[in-house]
C-alpha cells in the first residue's frame, strides 16, 4: 500500500518531446499520429491489455451466463474441496464456486477504479484549471488545499473516510476519490500553466473570450491525452487499494464476492488447510493491474508523451544508431574527396541524407555542393522544407540517427573529411573548429546558468584554460560582440536579457574557440529590424576581421542582400542556383529564385510582394522531372518528364566574367538561356 501514497507515475508536465527536423514533420503528420496509435496498441503488452480488460468486462457483464453456480450458494459438505469438473477451481471454506466468486468479483473490480477515476476528474479539473490558469492569490490557496491533502498518508486518510461514512463498497469509492483528487488536480494545474503559455490561449484572449471558455476549449483538450494516461494509471492503483480496504474488511461486505475479501477469507479460514485458494484471486488482482498498466504505457506511446522504446522503435536495416553522430553509409567515397587540394574552408560535395519512415527511406537533402572560402559569408537560402536545416546540421553530423543517414558525398573542413570521424573526433571539431548560432538563443541558452559560465565552459572544455582565465576570456567576448558592461552582463542570466543580447552572446559562445566556420541557422528571424540590422553588422564585420566563414542560413532575401558574398538556392532537397549575390538579385537563372525575389521586400520595379503559388513537396511525393515544376509559371512538358542537373548559364560573355573572378553561376533549369527573370532594378 505504500504505492499510493506518491500514485503512479505522472507524465512529465512540461509535456516535452524532443521535436523533429521540419522535412521529417511534413510527411503525412495525420497519417503519421494513425502509425503510430496502431503501433502501440500493437504491441504484445498492449494487446495482453486489451484482451484482459475485454474478458474481464465480459466477465462482469454475462457472468451469470458463464458458470451454473452461484457465487454465494454455500455447501459445508463440499467445503473447501480441490479442482473438479464440477468446480473448476475448487471452493472455499464454506463450500462457495472459486470460479463463481471470481467472475462476480470481475464486476467490482471494474467499476470501482472506474467510479473513483471518474470523481476523481470531476474533482480535480476544475480546482487544476481554475489555480492554473487564474494564478495568483487563487493558485496559492488553492494549492495550499491541495498540499494539504497530500500531506496525510493515503492508506490512513482513506481509512478515516471510510470510518466516518461507514463500511461499504460505495464508500470505499467516495474515500479513494479523496485520496487521488490532490494528487490530479495538482498534475492539471502544472498542465494548464504550460498551455497557458501558447501563444493560441494568448490569440483567444484577444478576441475576447472569457476564461471560462479559454479553460474548457482551448486549456483542457490539450491536456486531456496526459490525463487520459495518469487515469488508466490510477485504474491501477485504485484496484489494489480497493482489494487492501476490503481486506482489512472497509470495503465491499460479506456475502458479495470481491477479490480483496475473497484473499482475507482465503487467509484467515484456507492459509494451512488449501493454500492454493490464495492464488486465484491474487493472480486475477495481479493480471488486471499489469493489464491496465500496459494501456496506460500503449497510451502514453499514441499520444507522443515519451519518445518509443527501442523495442518499439523500428530500426532501418544497415543503420548503426548512435547517440550525437549521423550515421554514414556511403560505401569508399571518402578517399578520393581528401586527396584533392582545396583552398576553401568548407567543401561540400554531393551530400545526400535520408530520413527513414514507415515506407522506406526517402531523401532529404539530393546531392548538395557548395564551397565557403575564408573571410567569406554564403547565404544558404529556401522556403520551409526546402532541405537548408537539414544541410546545416549534416555538416556537424547532429542529425539523430535513426531516422536520419546520410548516404552519399563529402564535407571537408580545410582537407578534412568531417564523414570519415568517430565521435571523439568530432566532439574536438565541433566548438573548436566549427560552432553553430541557433534560432531561437533563448532555448538554446541554459535558464540555470549565466551567459559567462556557458561561454567560459566552452573555453575550458577546449582549450584546457583554468577558470579564471576563462571567465576573462568570456568577458572580453562579449565586450567584442557590443555588449556593453560586459563584466556585469556576464553575470546574469538569459532570461535578463534582450532578444539582441541574447543572440549576441550566442555569437560570443560560438567565437569562444576561434573557429575557422560559423554556421548560422536563421539568427535574426526573432529580433526587431534595429538589432537584426547590428547582429548582421556583427557577423560581417567577425568574417573580415577574424577570417571566418559563415554559413548563414536563412529565407529572408532581404538579409540575404545586405549581408551575404554569394548565395545557394535550395528547394526540395536540392540545390536551384547558386552565384554571387549581386548576380542572382540582378540577373536570377532560375524561376524559383525569381519567385523568392518577388515575394521578398526586393520586388522589382516597386511591385507588391507576390506569393509563390502552391507547396514544397512533400518527400514521398516528388515530381519525376524538375521539382518546382507544378508551381512554375515557365513550365514545359519536357520540365515534367526529364530531371534537370545543376550546370553552368549558357551565357557564355557572362560565364568568362565570372571565371575571372573565380566564380561561377549555376542553374537548375532547362530554360534559364531563353527565360528573361526580373530581378531586382
Known sequence: M??????PATPSESGGTTSNPRPLSRVGSRQGSSRRWRRAFLTPSAIFGLAWIGLVAVAAIFGHWLTPHSPFT??????????????????????????ARIIAGASVSLWVPAAVVGLSLVGAIPIGLIAGYRGGRTDQILMRLVDSGLSFPPLVMAMAVVAVLGA??????????VVFTPALARLVRGQTVAVRAESFVEASRSLGSSSTFISLRRVLPNIM?????????????????????????????????????????????????QPWSLFWPGAAIALTVLAFNSLGDAFTSAFGLVRPSPSQRRRPRGIRGRRGLTAVERGGVASEAVASPTTACLEVRDLSVSVAVEAGQLTVVDGVSLTIEPGEILGLVGESGSGKTVTSMAVMRLLPSPPFVITGGSVLLDGRDLLSMELGEMRKVRGSDIAM????????????????????EAIRLHRGASRREAWQRAVDLLDRVGIPDAAKRARSYPHQLSGGMRQRVMIAMALSCGPRLIIADEPTTALDVTVQAQVMQLLRDLAREENVAVLFVTHDLAVVSELCDRVVVMYAGQIVESASTADVFVAPRHPYTEGLIGASRHSSDGRRPQAILGQVPQLDNMPRGCRFAPRCQYVEAACVSTPQVLAPVADEALSRALEKQDQQQLSRCRREHDLELGGVR
Open 74 to 99: 454455500q455447501n459445508l459438505g463440499n467445503a473447501s474441496a480441490g479442482m473438479s469438473a464440477n468446480n473448476w477451481l475448487g471452493t472455499d471454506y464454506l463450500g462457495r464456486d472459486i470460479f
Open 168 to 177: 461499504g463498497e460505495e464508500d470505499a469509492v467516495i474515500a479513494l476519490a
Open 225 to 273: 491525452s496526459v490525463l487520459v494516461v495518469q487515469a488508466t494509471l490510477i485504474m491501477s492503483t485504485t484496484l489494489i487499494a480497493e482489494a487492501g480496504l476490503s481486506f482489512l474488511g472497509l470495503g465491499a461486505q460479506p456475502p458479495a464476492a470481491t477479490w480483496g475479501s475473497m484473499l482475507q477469507q482465503a487467509y484467515s479460514y484456507s492459509l494451512f488447510v
Open 2 to 7: 505504500t504505492s499510493l501514497a506518491s500514485g
Open 437 to 456: 548560432v541557433f534560432q531561437d538563443p533563448m532555448s538554446s541558452l541554459n535558464p540555470a546558468q549565466t551567459v559567462g559560465a556557458q561561454i567560459s
